[in-house]
């Protein structure tokens, strides 16, 4: 699995965006789809993942109604909504794929295989 992520930028706080991932290569209809987050001098983060097959999601409680994560199968792409942007967010932010079924929740970033390359979000206050 290929993924290519993209839709970072610099905004201001209260702003918003949205990151895409786009997914090639082998299927990834029983794949989960997750967006970590690095900032300077931290570990990287869990965000939000969904089920490719069942659409289920799940979020970090740090970006529940913030942030939305939804797949669009036609464009095997997966999105990454932000509203309400606060300059905690600013951070590099990546997509990545593991293995799995309909129930989400897999937080760990060591059990994803395959990654993007990240997208730079800075959100200014």
């Known amino acids: 699995v290929q993924l290519q992520a993209s839709g970072g930028g610099l905004v201001q706080a209260g702003g918003s965006l949205r990151l895409s991932c786009a997914a090639s290569?082998?299927?990834?209809?029983?794949?989960?789809i997750g967006w970590f987050r690095q900032a300077p001098g931290k570990e990287r983060e869990f965000v939000a993942a969904?089920?490719?097959?069942?659409?289920?999601?799940y979020r970090a409680d740090s970006v529940k109604g913030r942030f939305t994560i939804s797949r669009y199968i036609a464009l095997n792409t997966v999105y990454l909504q932000m509203n309400s942007l606060e300059p905690e967010d600013t951070a590099v932010y990546y997509c990545?794929?593991?293995?799995?079924?309909?129930?989400?929740?897999?937080?760990?970033?060591?059990?994803?295989?395959?990654w993007g390359q990240g997208t730079l979000v800075t959100v200014s206050s």
């Open positions: 990545a794929a593991k293995a799995g079924g309909a129930v989400v929740g897999t937080t760990d970033p060591n059990l994803y295989n395959y």
């Open positions: 290569g082998r299927t990834v209809s029983n794949h989960h």
């Open positions: 969904i089920s490719w097959s069942a659409g289920s999601t």
